[in-house]
């Protein structure tokens, strides 16, 4: 049998967990904190912290690297995820790029405004998630963007819903309760920083999940989904944003 046929018998065998309070309250204040270090920043940019990622991002590179010393911090029946990327795009302004990302998702099957005051939004994107099984998520997000000054703008999305899709586009495709089901993801927040300067836009976004820990005896399935997938939704976020616009 194959490896895909596997990962769905095994996955009708992973127990379904509950986003218990704690944990989320473990995530938000992790994000709290988060936040702290990065409005206490003394570079805008997260690669002008560094001389080498700086040359290297300028260059061509999309660098993503874990913000602390693990991938992964453990909290209360979950693990905390947290990313930070970056990627200069030669050739545009900050306001081409401002107004392409707030219509424009990599690894969203749908999405739509929900609603919209001025730069505050309220957007739903369903989410596919495919690592050796395929997981579609209903969510929805409050997004605000900021402009620093006429060069620079910040944004920050945080999710309000996360919801898992069972038997997605089939005649009984239906939504989990949000908190419910696999785990897979339970949040996903994320800050932005834009900056034109050096003859295009540099994007940097810091991104913190939530997902469910790791159960025994199922890592080698759980593992590609929950440990890979934000490093790999980053840089492929990050990656897609440069090739459209450098279009």
Not at 26 to 31: H, P
Not at 113 to 129: A, E, I, P, T
Request: glycine letters at 6%; one cysteine or more; a neutral charge.
């Amino acid at each position: 049998m194959k490896l895909a046929g596997l990962a769905i018998l095994f996955l009708f065998q992973i127990d379904a967990v509950d986003l218990k309070p704690e944990t989320l309250q473990a995530f938000e204040r992790y994000v709290a904190q988060a936040e702290q270090k990065l409005n206490a920043r003394k570079t805008f940019l997260w690669a002008d912290e560094s001389p080498e990622r700086a040359r290297q991002v300028q260059e061509g590179a999309i660098v993503v690297q874990p913000t602390g010393a693990k991938d992964e911090v453990a909290v209360t029946n979950g693990l905390v995820h947290d990313w930070v990327g970056a990627v200069f795009i030669p050739g545009v302004t900050v306001g081409q790029t401002v107004r392409f990302v707030q219509d424009y998702t990599p690894e969203v099957v749908d999405s739509r405004v929900l609603s919209r005051d001025g730069n505050d939004f309220r957007v739903y994107m369903r989410l596919l998630k495919k690592k050796v099984i395929t997981v579609v998520l209903n969510t929805e997000h409050d997004v605000r963007y900021t402009e620093v000054d006429s060069k620079k703008w910040r944004s920050v999305s945080r999710t309000t819903k996360v919801a898992e899709v069972e038997d997605a586009g089939k005649r009984g495709e239906h939504e989990l309760p949000p908190g419910t089901g696999h785990g897979f993801l339970w949040r996903l927040d994320s800050f932005w920083r834009f900056e034109e300067r050096d003859g295009g836009t540099w994007v940097e976004c810091e991104a913190l999940s939530l997902t469910r820990d790791i159960p025994a005896g199922l890592g080698w399935i759980i593992n590609p989904i929950v440990r890979s997938l934000p490093k790999e939704s980053l840089e492929n976020t990050l990656r897609a944003t440069r090739t459209a616009l450098a279009k």
